[in-house]
Structure formats: C-alpha cells, structure tokens
C-alpha cells in the first residue's frame, strides 16, 4: 500500500498562495481515489519523497535495468495513478520515474509559492537532479508536456529528450470549450454530476470518467483541492527554437484543447527538427486511449536518441 503523505489540509491554509486541500473530508476522498489507482500499478522498485526550496516532491521508480530512465509528468489535478494504462507496457522501454506536480493534488505537498514558470521549472530541476545525476529523458501528458518544455528551455542540461501528448500553451493557447472544462475544474460547489460530464467531454465522450479510477482521482482534485499557480506562460519563441533535445510531439485530432493540425503546424516550425504528429482518432485522453501505440512510438523514439547521443 503506497504510503499517502499528511498534506495541507483546511482553511488555514487560505491565503498563503501554496495548494491545499478545501478540507479534511475532501483530503480523504482524494487520498482513497490515490491509494485504490495506486494499487492497480505495477510494484514500485523505489518510493522517495525529495526536498526542493518549494515543498517536498514525491517520485516513483518502476522497472529494472540501468538505462537512461524516462521521466512521468501527468496532467492537471492528476498525479502518478493516471499512468495506470501506460506503466506496464513503458517499463518494458526503459526505467521510468513517475513525479507528482508540485502544486497540484497528489503526494507531492507544496510549501513555498510558485511566483513564474521559472519557480515551476527550479523545483522540476531539483527534484531530477536529487533522483539522477545524467540527464533524462521526459513524458509529458496535458500539462505536464508544458511542465517538460517549461523545465527544457531553462535548465537544458536536466534533459535528454522531450515527448508531449496533446499538451496546451506550448505552442498555442486554448479553445473555448477547455476554457469551460477550466473554469469548472475550480468551482467547489460544482454538481458532481456536471463534473463528471465535463470530464467525459475531456475524454471524447468513450466513457464516463467517474468509472475509471484515474477519473475518480481527477474528479476528486477538481472538487477538493485548492492549487495557486502562476499564469501558465507560452514559451517564447527564441527559447522554442534554441531546443537542442529530442523533441517529440503528439497531438489527439479529437481533442477539445487546440485545433491540432493548426497547432502541429506551428510546431513543425518552431523547433527545428522536432517529429510532430497528429493522431487523428485521439482525444485528450489519449495517455489512456492508446497506451500500447504510445509505448511503441517512445521505443522508437528514445531508441533513436540514444543512438544520436551516441554517435
């Protein structure tokens, strides 16, 4: 059973700019939706908890070998069980190392706040750079692809490689129906129901997220957690062209975050040699929607960066 932290927690927290939980009834729900999604993953070779000048950041290590480890980074309100789907077929690739966002709802706890999107890539930095002395290669989904940009054009040698799935305000903003989904995602006194169907739109409509577990847990932080993060900034383009990594992009053609071909396009010319895709039955779900096609794509992708580091 993971081991789920003590967590900032009631209306004491009100005011001091850092994420917490509303209550303490809300904290349990989220920590039961944790623990259940984290009991469906595979075993856990290493659990840490790494101090960082903005709070402690939980990270996981799953599967074995030496290889140069691929880095989680999940979407908003999410946190390391939104892998469920993927973990088994992506330790098969390599190690990999899942972090829960600092300042969203997980096991991470925030202490200090996050002023800019360079407070968000320092506390990225350091916790990789407690977990790994070489540089990784990282996954985002949503959000979390951002979190990767954000942490590779400010701390480049932190990173060996980048892939992004379906991720907002990399290279465009946002449509007006996740505008919707947004704005919902931070009312407490949302109808569950309403939520839940906001969630199922995320999802392309396939199935209610409430009956998944990962759609419990999201559905849960949306409710029950209070997250004070900065603006989220587009990269500039001079920073987006400097990329010297790896980059891989994936866009989901049924996503209600950006018009994807649109966004490919503009990512196709802002960094240079990026391999940019539009997966065309895909929705912002598309971690879930098509792990095993997600698994096989990073084989050939970290394959062919280690080989280019190499030569």
Known sequence: MVDFP??????KFKGKRIGYFREAAGYERYRSAYVDGFGLLPAVRESVDIPTRFGTVRAYRFGEGDGTPLV??????????LWASNLPSLIGVRPVITL???????????????TDAADQAAWLDEALRAL???PVHV???????????????????????????????VFGGVTWKMIVVSLGSVLPGMPDKWRNRLLSWIAGGVQAPAELPEGRLIASGMRDFAAYLPMTDRPAKDQ???????????FAGRSIV??????AKVARKLVPGAQIEVW????????????????ARMKQFLDEADTAKGA
């Not at 966002?101 to 925030?110: C, D, F, H, K, N």
């Not at 959000?143 to 991720?167: E, F, T």
Request: aromatic share 4%; proline share 9%; charged share 15%.
């Open 6 to 11: 003590q967590h900032n927690v009631g209306a």
């Open 72 to 81: 989680l980074l999940p979407g908003r309100q999410a946190a390391t069980p």
């Open 100 to 114: 829960d966002l600092l300042g969203e709802p997980g096991a991470s706890v925030q202490s200090e706040p996050l």
């Open 132 to 134: 790994e002395s070489r």
């Open 139 to 169: 996954l985002g989904v949503s959000i979390g692809g951002w979190a990767a940009v954000n942490l590779v054009v400010r701390h480049p040698q932190r990173v060996a490689s980048v892939a992004i799935l379906d991720s907002p305000f």
């Open 240 to 250: 987006l062209a400097a990329i010297a990594v790896p980059f891989l992009g994936i």
């Open 258 to 263: 950006h018009r994807a071909k649109k966004i």
């Open 280 to 295: 065309p039955e895909a929705s912002h779900a598309i971690n879930g929607e098509f792990p095993e096609e997600i698994a």
